[in-house]
Nanobody
Framework: QVQLAESGGGLVQAGDSLRLSCAASGRTLSTYDMAWFRQAPGKEREFVAH????????YYADSVKGRFTVSRDNAKNTVYLQMNSLKPEDTAVYYC?????????????????WGQGTQVTVSS
């Protein structure tokens, strides 16, 4: 079992930065594929970013490419999402997710473990 807990959300202005954290317990994340998803009010949950434990390949949604960076610190058993140049359309609840092997990295069903989410609100 893997327990995930997100933190770092908040209310910021457009153009600001935030760093979200996803702390894991129960298992080490070093051998798990990790991802971030988000869900805006009234919308479906959508893929944001992925980090593969094999080779640490990263992949981003087009809407965040060049602005968001996913990384992990295996010593702290934590995954991060650095979000720069935030826009009002980035407002959502952000979730981290984990699985031993997420072959379809943008698909929610590929991930077995989920956190409770952290709210990010970007004002214009």
């Amino acid at each position: 079992q893997v327990q995930l807990a997100e933190s770092g959300g908040g209310l910021v202005q457009a153009g600001d930065s935030l760093r979200l954290s996803c702390a894991a317990s129960g298992r080490t994340l070093s051998t798990y594929d990790m991802a971030w998803f988000r869900q805006a009010p009234g919308k479906e949950r959508e893929f944001v970013a992925h980090d593969s434990w094999i080779g640490h390949r990263t992949y981003y949604a087009d809407s965040v490419k060049g602005r968001f960076t996913v990384s992990r610190d295996n010593a702290k058993n934590t995954v991060y999402l650095q979000m720069n140049s935030l826009k009002p359309e980035d407002t959502a609840v952000y979730y981290c997710a984990a699985d031993r092997r997420a072959q379809r990295m943008t698909v929610q069903d590929e991930y077995l473990y989920w956190g409770q989410g952290t709210q990010v609100t970007v004002s214009s």
